[in-house]
Nanobody
Framework: EVQLVESGGGLVQAGGSLRLSCAAS????????VAWFRQAPGKEREGVSC????????FYTDSVKGRFTISKDNRKNTFFLQMNSLKPDDTAVYYC??????????????????????WGQGTQVTVSS
């Protein structure tokens, strides 16, 4: 059974930091690109960050560049999102996701959630002003 289990969400003041984790099981982790998405109330889901399985290339949406860092530990089948300098606009439910990469054009399509195969249940991040 495939599982992606997020942890690390919570309430933090603006300017603070949080580290999200996603523990994966049930699939061959190092064959999959992994990503973080988020959805704020009343807004569409958006891709936040992604890391390639082939060469560990990383991608970020513009609004988090320089503040968020995605990483992974293939030995532990876990990936992370370090979030620094958090802003109230970062408030959302954060979801981790996995996609069997193969020849998938990650660089151009990673932000489109419909391509991703597996999803976590989500973890709430709330940033107070």
């Amino acid at each position: 059974e495939v599982q992606l289990v997020e942890s690390g969400g919570g309430l933090v003041q603006a300017g603070g930091s949080l580290r999200l984790s996603c523990a994966a099981s049930g699939f061959t982790f190092d064959e999959y690109a992994v990503a973080w998405f988020r959805q704020a109330p009343g807004k569409e889901r958006e891709g936040v960050s992604c890391i390639s399985s082939s060469d560990d290339s990383t991608f970020y949406t513009d609004s988090v560049k320089g503040r968020f860092t995605i990483s992974k530990d293939n030995r532990k089948n876990t990936f992370f999102l370090q979030m620094n300098s958090l802003k109230p606009d970062d408030t959302a439910v954060y979801y981790c996701a996995a996609l069997k990469q193969g020849d998938f054009p990650l660089v151009s399509l990673w932000m489109q959630g419909e391509w991703w195969h597996f999803w976590g249940q989500g973890t709430q991040v709330t940033v107070s002003s």
